[in-house]
Nanobody, 124 residues
Framework: QVRLVESGGGSVQPGGTLKLSCVAS????????IGWFRQVPGKQRELVAV???????TYNPTLKGRATISRDNGKNTLTLQMTDLEIEDTALYRC??????????????????WGQGTQVTVAS
């Protein structure tokens, strides 16, 4: 059974930093892409960053410079670091992973595995 479990959320003051982790079990993160998304109730889900199997990272342009995504295939983990947190960063942060469908580099079904999320609240 595939599971993605996020951790590291909590209450942070504006201007602070955070580090979120996602640990995967039941799937090999080296096979396909994995990323971070965030969701605010009543708002559209928003991409934070994704990283491909080869380590290539893509960031939401509005967050570029404040967010850093990395993956450790050996530990089957994904990390998100953010700095200079703003009130608008308050959201449920979820990690999502592609589902391998074969052995080729494009044999991946996009973001079919999702974690339950970790809540980040930025407030004074």
């Amino acid at each position: 059974q595939v599971r993605l479990v996020e951790s590291g959320g909590g209450s942070v003051q504006p201007g602070g930093t955070l580090k979120l982790s996602c640990v995967a079990s039941g799937t090999d993160l080296s096979r396909c892409g994995i990323g971070w998304f965030r969701q605010v109730p009543g708002k559209q889900r928003e991409l934070v960053a994704v990283v491909a199997h080869d380590g290539t990272a893509t960031y939401n342009p509005t967050l570029k410079g404040r967010a850093t995504i990395s993956r450790d295939n050996g530990k089957n983990t994904l990390t998100l670091q953010m700095t200079d947190l703003e009130i608008e960063d308050t959201a449920l942060y979820r990690c999502a992973a592609d589902r391998p469908t074969g052995f080729g580099p494009r044999d991946c079904a996009a973001f079919e595995y999702w974690g339950q999320g970790t809540q980040v609240t930025v407030a004074s």
